[in-house]
């Protein structure tokens, strides 16, 4: 028999909705039909021996778990999906530029009539590698520059240094991130970091400095991210016209918070999805005695989409909460028609943001019309209409859940309109939009008519 080389298999994204092998990547060669026939119709085959070519500082027993399932294969075609699976998951590491697959009849005084070796030529990262590149937000921009060393100790180990210079934000900081062998979604990371922002909305600037640790791993089909974080904050007036209940929490304070992640995501895109689901809820209790909870839920049905975010700070004693803990809301990424967080509480024109908050979006995605660009360039575009709700406000907690209700359900802003959505492959999702805002209370900035958004989540 032949040797197969899988060379062509090209190396799929190291996260996505599938693993598996697809009938179009298969290469089986061009062996004999007779031959091939033989083969396929089935003998069973035994993969005696695996091989890992051109490791130079990786450590062999981290990818002994990621290659164990080849040796389970029955079959030409299972050796090839499981291989392809394997290869799959070593690139997934992020410690290889390259691995090219090559499977050949057993050699040796041991080989079998139908065994089989499968050989991995690696191609390891260097010791060293830089990047630049442009990060999109909501509605803001960065240019960043990043300093990486994959495969520190040879386990997958990756120590990363990454400045951030944004239209709103400046950031630098130093990670470290451990996968577990054989469990890659199970990994810790500790990350240092300072990061300064400014949020005219509220006439604020904001300095963190801050060291945080992660510990992520999957139970079932959900994936939970447990985090702590100590952070130095400082908070500070962004013009001499800031209001007073802004001035008042200026200064210096320490924060200490443990959170926990859960998420179920089903979606094919995490830009522009077509179908699928994300379900992704966070809790969060602080050291000011504050526990926060945050839901977001999205259903995606080919053209129709809907979401519901919802969130709560909840004060566990008589210490207020603090203006950079709250929730805002507005805007062309959330409630279109409204300016960038510009719904809810606010004093002499800041905003304060709200200890409670709920939004609801409803979506029809259809192609351009006419189809210009059908099959290329034109497939980025959607034509979209839209109807936004939501609420934010504060609670007195003694009043009951009733109370609570019906507050939400008070002073709801909506919005309806349509627009264009170019999808910037992976890395962002642009709209531009005619909103008509509706709902609209005193205080509340709009923006009435053509409004533009650049983001990667968007209500």
């Given amino acids: 028999m032949g040797t197969v080389h899988a060379r062509s298999l090209d190396p799929l994204p190291m996260q996505g909705p599938e693993l598996g092998l697809q009938a179009d990547d298969m290469d089986l060669g061009e ?31 981290i990818l002994t778990y990621e290659i164990a399932d080849v040796f389970r294969a029955k079959n030409l075609i299972d050796v090839m999906k499981k291989s392809h699976e394997a290869r799959q998951r070593l690139l997934r590491l992020g410690i290889f530029r390259n691995v090219e697959v090559v499977i050949d009849t057993a050699e040796g005084a041991d080989a079998l009539p139908n065994g089989l070796d499968v ?9 060293m590698t830089g990047s630049y590149n442009t990060m999109v937000g909501n509605n803001e ?20 240094f990454q400045f951030s210079y944004g239209t709103k934000e400046t950031s630098y900081g130093l990670s ?12 810790f990371s500790i990350n240092l970091y300072k990061v300064t922002g400014q949020f005219p909305w509220s006439s604020l ?3 963190d400095r801050g060291v945080s640790t992660e510990f992520s ?24 016209t800031s209001s007073f209940a802004v001035r008042e929490e200026s200064g210096h304070s320490l924060k200490s ?24 809820i966070n809790q969060v209790c602080l050291n000011q005695l504050l526990s926060l909870f945050h839901l977001l839920i999205f259903l995606v049905l080919q053209v129709l989409s809907t979401s519901l975010w919802g969130g709560m700070l909840l004060p566990l004693g008589d210490k207020p909460s603090s203006i950079a803990d709250r929730f805002y809301l507005g805007g062309p990424t959330s409630v279109r028609g409204f300016s960038m967080y510009s719904i809810g509480p606010q004093s002499e024109g800041d905003y304060l943001g709200g200890e409670v908050y709920w939004a609801g979006g409803l979506h029809l995605y259809t192609p351009l019309p006419f189809r210009p ?66 709902g609209v209370r005193s205080g509340d900035r709009i923006c009435d008519g053509v409004q533009f958004g650049a983001g990667i989540r968007f209500l």
């Fill in 373 to 438: 660009g059908r099959g290329s360039f034109g497939e980025l575009f959607r034509t979209h209409f839209f109807l936004n709700a939501g609420n934010l406000c504060n609670l007195n907690y003694g009043e009951g859940p009733r109370a609570h209700l019906s507050k939400l359900a008070e002073c709801i802003r909506w919005s309806y309109g349509a627009g264009i959505v170019l999808r910037l492959g992976n890395i962002a999702r642009l709209e531009l939009n005619y909103c008509i805002p509706m």
């Fill in 31 to 61: 062996p004999e039909h007779e031959e091939k026939q033989e083969v396929l119709e089935n003998k069973d085959v035994v993969v005696q021996h695996v091989h890992i070519g051109g490791l130079g500082r990786t450590k062999e027993d």
């Fill in 176 to 187: 470290f991130f451990k996968p577990q062998p054989g469990h890659f979604e199970r990994n």
């Fill in 257 to 280: 918070s443990l959170s926990h992640t859960m998420v179920i995501d089903t979606r094919n895109s995490t830009i522009l999805p077509r179908k699928g689901a994300l379900l992704k």
């Fill in 141 to 160: 921009g960065s240019m960043v520059l990043g300093l990486k060393l994959p495969n520190v100790f040879g386990r997958a180990e990756k120590l990363t």
């Fill in 205 to 207: 600037r904001e300095t």
């Fill in 119 to 127: 050989t991995f030529e690696v191609k390891e990262l260097r010791r």
């Fill in 217 to 240: 791993f999957p139970i079932w089909r959900t994936n939970h991210t447990l985090k702590w974080e100590g952070v130095w904050r400082e908070l500070g007036c962004l013009a001499r």
